[in-house]
Nanobody, 123 residues
Framework: QLQASGGGLVQAGGSLRLSCVAS????????MGWFRQAPGKEREFVAA????????SYADSVKGRFTISRDNSKNTVYLQMNSLKPEDTAVYYC??????????????????WGQGTQVTVSS
């Protein structure tokens, strides 16, 4: 089970940190990812990280502003979001894939999903 939290309302230019806690299953060796879905749009890839934390991948739209990290001792993955823009407004989902190496960017590549947390950026 994946539980995402940390969403909220923030002004443009502000920051938020999302957390995703895994329970009931060991995700330490899984690639973890963040996706988001805005109203009327498809769910899209945001960032992914390998179990070691040494390799990451980002969507071009968030590169340089968002940072994904993980603490395997706490079964938690984070998404630090800086310089937020109104177009970042969406429900953010954390996900896990049994792949240990591939930093998947497709929804279909992930096996486990959290419930989502709302991020709203006002202009």
């Amino acid at each position: 089970q994946l539980q995402a939290s940390g969403g909220g309302l923030v002004q443009a230019g502000g920051s938020l940190r999302l957390s995703c806690v895994a329970s009931g299953h060991t995700f330490n060796y899984y690639v973890m990812g963040w996706f988001r879905q805005a109203p009327g749009k498809e769910r899209e890839f945001v960032a992914a990280i390998r179990w070691s934390g040494g390799s990451t991948s980002y969507a071009d739209s968030v590169k340089g502003r968002f940072t994904i990290s993980r603490d395997n001792s706490k079964n938690t993955v984070y998404l630090q979001m800086n310089s937020l823009k109104p177009e970042d407004t969406a429900v953010y989902y954390c996900a896990a894939t049994r792949s240990r190496l591939r930093l998947g960017v497709l929804v279909s590549e992930y096996d486990y999903w959290g419930q989502g947390t709302q991020v709203t950026v006002s202009s």
